[in-house]
């Protein structure tokens, strides 16, 4: 069972430029999550997809952010003009609808932003 | 606003005894509670989880304890291996959108 593959794993970036980060789920998982994590935190909810169509995007931290799934497969999550403060853990996750709300997640993506 | 709670940020414990970790929730709108474990530079691992109408749920050397009207749960590991030193997340979910809601953190030291 291949589980959530996120690339790159790791991004260093310089203030201002676009990033973009690529998770691909479990297979057969239809819902596939974005989170983000900074250190002492806990995991902090983006948004999620239940196939290709996006159902919250409430909490995407700005305007910046923005993700997609176009085929409902794989997902990708850019970050625009980048800012110091986006320096952080990008977690991918995913579930089937049926396995109530236990998701799981991929090894993530760091951001750090110079 | 933090509806997850998680007020020890660490624990030390010796091999082979029990390791309690806490967490307190403030919304009764949660009905599903998840543990999950994290090292250092990976994604959390899911560990155990249980549903608002049970009040324990075992996996092994893991069980989760659920008090609903104290609005909190504990997750025990018994015995404790060196194996299981991390960082342990306690989540929590209302409805069935998956979307969790995560504390801080609390991290195991087992020696």
């Known amino acids: 069972d291949t589980g959530v593959s996120q690339n790159p794993r790791h991004k260093i970036t310089k203030r201002g430029q676009n990033v973009t980060f690529r998770c691909d789920p479990i297979?057969?998982?239809?819902?596939l999550y974005w989170y983000r994590q900074t250190l002492g935190q806990g995991p902090e909810f983006l948004t999620y997809?239940?196939?290709?169509?996006?159902?919250?995007k409430s909490r995407l931290l700005s305007d910046r952010f923005s993700a997609e799934r176009p085929k409902g497969s794989f997902s990708t999550l850019e970050i625009q003009r980048t800012e110091q403060g986006d320096s952080a853990m990008y977690l991918c996750?995913?579930?089937?609808?049926?396995?109530?709300?236990?998701?799981?997640f991929g090894e993530g993506s760091w951001l750090t932003v110079v | 606003d933090q509806q997850v709670k998680q007020n020890s940020p660490s624990l030390s414990v010796q091999e082979g005894r029990i390791s309690i970790l806490n967490c307190d929730y403030t919304?009764?709108?949660?009905?599903?509670f998840l543990w999950y474990k994290k090292y250092p530079a990976e994604g959390p691992t899911f560990l155990i989880s249980?549903?608002?109408?049970?009040d324990k749920n075992e996996d092994g050397r893991f069980t989760v304890f659920l008090n609903k009207s104290a609005k909190h749960l504990s997750l025990h590991i018994v015995p404790s291996q060196p194996g299981d030193s991390a960082v342990y997340f306690c989540?929590?979910?209302?409805?069935?959108?998956?979307?969790?809601?995560f504390g801080k953190g609390t991290k195991l030291s087992v020696k």
């Open positions: 297979s057969e998982h239809n819902r």
């Open positions: 996750a995913s579930s089937k609808t049926d396995s109530g709300n236990t998701i799981y």
């Open positions: 919304n009764s709108m949660f009905d599903y």
């Open positions: 997809f239940q196939n290709e169509a996006q159902l919250e």
């Open positions: 989540a929590a979910s209302r409805g069935s959108q998956g979307n969790l809601i």
């Open positions: 249980i549903s608002s109408i049970k």
